[in-house]
């Protein structure tokens, strides 16, 4: 048996044949390509769960200062707001966990890459703060993890997971894609929905640029990572609801290669255009290299 | 099409802030480490080009590649705290920013020395995901991604080294997965980089120094 995939279509059909989970495809898989057992992979994907529990603590617990003091220690305010929060506490949690991550990770602290450093907070804040109200496991949230993981092999394969590459939409919208359907199966919704959620979450990030100040990962990166999470949140409810995507998700991702095609060099990680370049982040980078 | 592991998708676990300017910078670092092995370092000399020059201050790569050196390694948190650490350990070292054109945007060169005189310069690119590539050796262009457990060889350019070194490799049951051979010019210094599945016992890198005239170093890294 052959449980390599390279689309949502692949992924779907696998699962339903099989009568399985998209992470119980991604586990099958990995375990076929590589030369380690199952075993071993779900130890190994736990220890990036436990890096990514650790990471949300220090970020909403310890002082973050970031090397160039340009952010920090938001988390902490909008998790003191939580209780007030607009969107409810339970999403001012889950996006204050994000926002964590985010600063831990502009603070040279450890984080576990998903899909990439700049887009670290999403997925261990949607996965880890829903756990509570839904029980899951530390075993659930594994699995979590490899379906996450699945459906980012998928934007990797046919788009592109590199700011550079493709802007922000392919980092931190992948990212939110991967939230999206992980947290849909979780919740039990079919491997469709969970597909639905991550067509859905890619669309609403579709197009965005990545144009850090000063060229750091630090502002916007830092607050969208607290978008994208709620973003995978809203997404995956929409699709266990019963809300379907009219665009599918291959499409989805394939039009989001082609938008980071379309992109200019300049609105892709080389600070050269949007935020980047309006006059406060000109002179915050300017101070930034003076002091150095 | 590529086929990932899902591990290059959820991982690695790393030292933020920034997969190639950070994580890369340390794992280029690191191979300085290896080349002195287990001296100690007397001296670090850092030269950061490109984007690394430009957004490394902020990204910490000038204490990622420090961290590297003093072989601390992409997950440890000590990373931040390098410069202190090179202090305490009596490391001698100097970061220098260079706007000379280079081949990759992200590219750190690194000369260290240990104390017994040892020295090795390289120049290693950062290419992206915290891969890296090192280039350059003692001034010899090489090519290897310190991705396998590698041998590098420093000898004198004369025919049989390769055999020799190969045939030794393979009573060891070693299993080669790249190797490649660079040198400076004929008959001179030349630098040979074996790439293997696992890593090669110090006993037999110590037989192969010992039974091949020629050899002048070798180094795991």
């Known amino acids: 048996m052959n449980y390599g995939f390279s689309t949502g279509e692949e992924l779907i059909r696998l699962c339903e044949n099989e009568k399985i989970t998209i992470a119980e495809v991604m586990l099958r898989h990995e375990t076929e390509t590589c030369e380690r057992s199952r075993d071993e992979l779900v130890n190994e994907m736990f220890e990036n769960l436990m890096t990514m529990q650790e990471s949300i603590r220090i970020g909403l617990e310890e002082d973050q200062e970031t090397m160039t003091g340009l952010a920090g220690n938001n988390a902490e305010k909008l998790l003191a707001y939580a209780e007030k929060s607009n969107m409810g506490p339970d999403m001012a949690r889950i996006c204050s966990a994000a926002l964590a991550v985010a600063e831990v990770n502009a603070s040279m602290g450890k984080i576990v890459a998903a899909p990439t450093a700049g887009s670290s907070g999403v997925i261990p804040a949607v996965l880890v703060m829903c756990s509570e109200k839904h029980s899951f496991t530390d075993r659930d949230l594994v699995n979590g993890l490899f379906a996450a993981g699945a459906i980012g092999i998928i934007i990797a394969k046919n788009a592109s997971i590199s700011g550079a590459e493709g802007g922000c939409q392919a980092e931190i919208g992948t990212a939110s894609a991967m939230a999206a359907g992980a947290l849909t199966e979780l919740c039990g919704g079919t491997p469709a929905q969970a597909l639905t959620a991550s067509a859905m979450a890619l669309k609403n990030i579709l197009g965005l640029v990545c144009d850090p100040v000063a060229g750091l990962v630090e502002c916007p990166c830092i607050k969208r990572n607290a978008m994208g999470a709620a973003n995978a949140v809203l997404c995956a409810d929409m699709a266990l609801s019963g809300v379907t995507s009219i665009i599918p998700f291959d499409e989805v991702v394939n039009a989001m290669r082609s938008v980071g095609r379309m992109m200019n060099v300049d609105l892709r990680e080389t600070a050269k255009g949007g935020l980047a370049v309006t006059p406060t982040a000109l002179e915050i980078a300017k101070r930034i290299n003076d002091e150095n | ?221």
Do not use: W
Request: net charge negative; aromatic share 6%; with cysteine.
């Open chain 2, 1 to 221: 099409m590529k086929d990932f592991s899902v591990f290059d998708i959820i991982g690695p676990r790393m030292v933020g802030p920034s997969s190639s300017h950070t994580a890369g910078a340390v794992r280029i670092g690191l191979i300085a480490h290896r080349l002195i092995g287990d001296e100690h370092i007397k001296s670090a000399d850092i030269t950061l080009y490109g984007s690394f020059a430009e957004t490394g201050i902020g990204h910490g790569t000038d204490r990622a590649v420090l961290a590297g050196i003093l072989g601390i390694g992409t997950e440890d948190p000590r990373i931040r705290y390098s410069v202190l650490l090179a202090q305490s350990e009596g490391v001698e070292f100097a970061v220098h920013k260079s706007d000379r054109e280079m081949n990759h945007p992200n590219t750190a060169r690194i000369v260290v020395e240990s104390v017994s005189g040892r020295k090795f310069e390289i120049v290693g690119t950062s290419v992206g995901g915290g891969n890296i590539e090192i280039v350059e050796i003692n001034g010899m262009e090489v090519s290897f991604t310190g991705d396998y457990p590698a041998i590098v060889l420093f000898y004198r350019d004369v025919p049989g080294v390769i055999s020799k070194v190969t045939s030794i490799l393979a009573e060891t049951g070693a299993n080669v997965a790249f190797m490649k051979v660079f040198r400076s010019a004929k008959r001179m210094d030349a630098c040979m980089v074996i790439e293997t599945d696992a890593p090669i016992p110090a006993n037999e890198i110590e037989r192969i120094k010992q039974s091949v005239d020629g050899i002048k170093e070798i180094c795991a890294v």
